[in-house]
């Protein structure tokens, strides 16, 4: 079985940090689905600018962690934001954000337009 997303914490960019610069931060983000640890005390910090994704094998947490993120699923701990707000309100931060869950679905017989 992959390792979940544990104890991590990385600075995705140099220099020193600035809350503003971030727009998205966790700290301690936990997903449990019962005795199972999909994602586990996961502590990231994204700077404006970067460009970031997650890498890993099948079952390490990574659409776990981005549900988490967009507000559509809880943590079972921890905490984050996404450009300041916290992800417990994403109404909040969720119009300002584009994001992919899963497998795109494109329509052959749509433009790139219209498929977006």
Excluded: W
Aim: proline share 8%; charged share 20%; aromatic share 4%.
């Amino acid at each position: 079985m992959p390792e979940p997303l544990d104890r991590t914490s990385r600075t995705l960019s140099s220099s020193s940090a600035h809350a503003p610069d971030l727009v998205v931060a966790t700290h301690g983000l936990s997903r449990h689905f019962g005795h199972r640890k999909a994602v586990d005390d996961l502590t990231i910090s994204v700077r404006r600018g970067t460009m970031a994704g997650f890498v890993g094998p099948n079952g390490s947490g990574k659409t776990t962690t981005i549900r988490m993120l967009l507000g559509l699923l809880r943590p079972t701990s921890g905490s984050g934001t996404i450009l300041g707000q916290a992800i417990s309100h994403p109404r909040e931060y969720l119009p300002r954000v584009g994001a992919v869950c899963e497998s795109p679905v494109f329509y052959p017989g749509l433009s790139g337009r219209k498929n977006l």
